[in-house]
Every structure is written in C-alpha cells, then in structure tokens.
C-alpha cells in the first residue's frame, strides 16, 4: 500500500450502526478506535479498511492491532433512539440537497457539479414559502434565474421529480463524504422501498467503478 492510499483508507468514514444493524452515523478511525477499545463494538461487516496500532499491553508484552472494517455495529439499542429517527427531520443544507437530487437541476434535468447548482426555494421565500426539504431543489443558475421571484406555475417551468423529505437512513447516506459500495448497498437496504434514491443511484452502483465509491 503506497501512501497516497494509506492516507485515502484512513480518511475514510466507517459506518456506525446499533446492534440491530441500524445506520447511526459515520465516524472516523479515531471514533473507530474508542469504540474497539471500550469493548463497544458488537460486530463488523464491509470490508477491512485500515489496521490501527494501539499501545503495548503490560502483562503480554504484545501491541495491539485493531482492524477496522467499512460498517461497525456497537452494542446497544434503546427505544428512544428508534423514537427519533423515525420522525427526525434533517436540516436542509446545499450539499445533502444537491446530492438528494443526483446533482441534476430539477427543472431542466441537466447534471451540474456541486458548485454550478443553487438551491431554489419551489414558492418562493418573498411568497411565504419556507426553506424545508419539500420546498427546495437543486437548480442550475440559469433555470433559477430564469425563474425569478415566481413559482414554477408562473413561470411556466416543471419540476422533473417531487421533492422528498429523506428518511434518517437516506439523510445519513447524503451526507457521506465517500460512500463505498459495500456502505452503500447496506443503507439502500434501509431506505423506505419508494425512495427515488433506488433509481437514482442504480446508474452509480452498476457503474464500471462502482467498487471504488459513489
Ligand atoms: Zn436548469
């Protein structure tokens, strides 16, 4: 392993699920490693990402090696926790927002980088509409413009697809700096069946890289 991918393993995030296999959060080797050391991790699944050299144990005399998979399930499992993710609302913001909608604009259904998209407020904020998930949309800068202080109706323009409000699961997947394919497929599994994440992300997941990351 040269450096430069030592450096990409060990920058990348593991999954934390609960002891049901329920997506949490994502963590970075040093979370990864507390939870090993404080005995909190029930199991891992994915694939082993990096290996972390602990200290020398006094009484064996040997260095302990931790080896980080991709998703780590910790012990525990509390109601309350359940409780909240299924009515969590996340917070809207442009990088999970653009991501929701597979970096297209929503009114032209052309794909742009992250920096060429804006968010469009659907009725606009000077017509009393709010910044909430179902409210919002990625939109290319010349469609946004285009459309001004108007709604879509007034502006004669269409949304290509209804705009979501993500689940706990689909919000934790948004906001992954570089999901793996074995991550990946773990969250789709959470998703709710009617996620339009399924399709829009079924081209990155039978992409020629798609083992690298999406
Ligand atoms: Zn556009």
Redesign the pocket.
Known sequence: MDTDEYIRNMSQQVLRTDASGMPLEWIDYRDAARLYYTGQVAYACGQPLYEIHGGVNARSGHRSVIEVNSIIATIGRSASHADRRNNYVPPVNNKTLFRRDANL??????R?SERDLTRDHITPVSKGGLDIWSNVVA??????NHKGGRTPEEARMELVAVPFIPTYAEYIYLKGRRVLADQMKFLLAHFPRSSPLHKRLSGHLTAPHSDQSV
């Open positions: 604009c929503m009114y032209c259904a052309t742009f939109a290319c800068r010349r469609c946004n």
